[in-house]
């Protein structure tokens, strides 16, 4: 193994995802950890903020502990690319050196992270769920693998920056309060990368999975919901208690709810603060999407299902009869 | 004639694999081989390509140990035309950014228009791999795509969803996708497949075939380690209360959301 090199004088670094000058949630996530991992390694903590509305962003960073924001709002970076993204990261990494670099595992934190990380030719770290300085003073990141079977510390020893992809949700936002951190515009890029594609049409959504993936409340069903009435019943149930509806394998695969509604191994990751399950047994295959939820309450009718193992509160009883005698006893 | 690389990985059904709590090591004895599901969506869109294209050749491209050549009988069955496994024993112990070094020179020798793969593996999970190859080839990455609308030699026009949308891109060729479920419905392997996949002969090429630098393989190509593996925390088995008629259940149940609730 090679010697660890110095700490990059760069410090700490938390990719500042944003849209239209608003940070993406996570990034105060990030800031918090990232403040705690720069002081242990007594380095400053930056924010690099890329797109239009970058200043405005990089602004709302510094109301956090941050030392430094680093907006960049060349024109390339306007519409979200991974091309140009992960070349200007790269490019300023390699002038400012950092020691380590956080970003959310959102959809574009996992697309762009990784091309920059083979710019830098560094170790990159997905979907990260724990972070900590060893005692060597490497950073130790804990993810998961096998659909939540196992969880693995991974260190990248030799090469710098330590990169790392964090999944939303994990960590504590950190509090609000700057610390009179310093905003340092970045020059426009040398050369900006060739365009080799063309956004023709964006589509806002907020339904097909999206809603899903961040929810606070899901209504989860499924086997023994009975057929495509038991969902509508559990859509109502969603609907009333403002959470988002789910499905499991099974009940997808009987055609009861559509694919983009399948949490699991092979469909959507989610970890709301409450989890309702109805009539699911909890196969492993599903488990592995749900398993990390705050609160787990499952409704089933076989005591002895795998669900109630990640439950933190259960009933042994017929789903299909309990749900509308809840809708009821809500009012609705 | 476009050529089409479709990267597959052989994965344990990892729902399966447990860590031993107490040699803290994988337990994945009796656990079962197969084809990364995502990459089976890969390889049928690749395939769904060719025909489109009317000709091209869809091939089937794996890094792995030797048994790996299973999963890409399985992809010659499915309708890939030819299979190439990557194999040596310098390449083991990789983690993505050595892996997806040995894919890209790989790609070099194929010269595809297009390189496909799943979103990501079930086993690691980490969905770098697609974007790294990209990235070592200098080629466009789309990752999450729902949808191929048009495919000529030259460019690509295809759906893929983010966290808040979807996005149409026109791309230029050639380019890196990387896909998700409903992209299609992966074909089931035909009779005639299944033979001729039997018979077919697998070329393994090692570092010398693609010119590899063994420093930028396997376990010495990989800037991350390993340190630690262990088991989630448990959680203790919760409270069950014994539930009357639904409508005592649903009571129960109901006092209990609005405990739990997210204010």
Not at chain 1, 34 to 43: C, K, M, S
Not at chain 1, 202 to 217: M, N
Not at chain 2, 100 to 122: D, F, N, T, Y
Request: hydrophobic share 45%; aromatic share 4%; with cysteine.
């Amino acid at each position: 193994m090679r010697e660890a090199p110095a700490a990059g004088p760069g410090g700490v670094w938390v990719f500042g995802e944003q849209e239209e000058g608003r940070l993406h949630p996570v990034v105060p996530e990030l800031i918090g950890k990232g403040r705690e991992l720069a002081d242990r390694l007594g380095l400053p903590l930056a924010v690099p903020v890329f797109g239009r509305g970058a200043e405005a962003a990089a602004r709302e960073a510094l109301a956090h502990p941050v030392d430094l924001a680093i907006p960049a709002e060349d024109p390339e970076l306007w519409i979200y690319s991974p091309e140009p993204y992960a070349a200007r990261l790269a490019g300023l990494a390699g002038e400012r050196r950092p020691e380590i670099i956080l970003a959310g595992a959102t959809a574009i934190g996992r697309e762009f992270l990784p091309r920059a990380a083979v710019l830098l030719k560094t170790g990159l770290t997905a979907d990260c769920v724990g972070l900590e300085i060893s005692p060597d003073r490497l950073l130790r990141q804990t993810c998961l693998s096998f659909g939540g079977n196992v969880m693995a510390a991974i260190v990248c020893p030799g090469r710098r920056p330590q990169m790392a992809t964090v999944r939303p949700r994990v960590f504590r936002p950190a509090e609000k309060g700057g610390r009179g951190g310093r905003l340092e515009t970045a020059p426009p890029a040398a050369g900006p990368p060739a365009v080799r594609k063309r956004r023709l049409e964006w589509l806002p959504e907020t339904a097909g999975g999206a809603d899903l993936a961040g929810a606070d409340l899901v209504v989860a069903g499924g086997r023994g919901m009975g057929g495509p009435k038991g969902f509508a019943l559990l859509e109502r149930l969603a609907r009333r208690l403002g959470g988002a509806l789910a499905a499991s394998r099974a009940a997808v695969d009987a055609g009861w709810a559509p694919p983009d509604r399948q949490v699991g191994q092979t469909g959507i990751t989610v970890r709301p603060k409450l989890y309702l399950a109805f009539g699911i047994s909890g196969a492993a295959h599903h488990l592995a999407g749900m398993a990390d939820s705050d609160r787990i309450l499952a409704v089933n009718r076989d005591p002895g299902a795998p669900i109630f193992s990640v439950a933190a509160w259960g009933l042994a009883a017929d789903a299909l009869e309990v749900v509308p005698a809840l809708l009821r006893e809500l009012g609705e | 004639m476009m050529e089409i690389m479709v990267c597959l990985k052989q994965v344990p059904d990892a729902a399966e694999v447990r860590v031993d709590p107490a040699t803290r090591t994988l337990m994945r004895q009796g656990v079962a081989a197969m084809v990364n599901p995502f990459d089976l969506h890969a390889l049928e869109e690749g395939v769904r390509c060719r025909e489109r294209l009317g000709g091209g050749r869809v091939t089937a491209v794996s890094m792995g140990p030797p048994q790996a050549a299973e999963a890409l009988r399985e992809a010659l069955a499915r309708g890939a035309d030819a299979a190439v496994l990557l194999g040596s024993r310098v390449f083991a112990g990789a983690d993505t950014l050595a892996t997806s070094r040995v894919l890209a020179l790989a790609a070099g020798k194929l010269a595809p228009g297009l390189i496909l793969a799943g979103k990501q593996a079930i086993d690691a999970d980490t969905g770098q791999v697609g974007p790294e190859l990209a990235a070592w080839l200098d080629w466009p990455l789309v990752c999450y795509v729902a949808k191929i609308r048009e495919i000529s030699p030259a460019r690509a026009v295809v759906e893929r969803r983010l966290d808040s949308g979807r996005e149409v891109l026109e791309v230029d060729l050639p380019a890196v996708f990387t896909v998700i479920r409903e992209i299609n419905e992966p074909r089931l392997p035909s009779f005639k497949g299944r033979l001729r996949a039997k018979k077919a002969a697998i070329p393994v090429w090692d570092e010398r075939e693609l010119g590899a630098d063994p420093a930028e393989t396997g376990l010495a190509g990989s800037p991350t380690a390993v340190a630690e593996i262990f088991p989630p925390p448990r959680r203790e088995r919760g409270e069950m209360p014994t539930a009357g008629t639904p409508a005592e259940a649903a009571r129960l149940l109901a006092g209990k959301i609005r405990e739990c609730r997210p204010a």
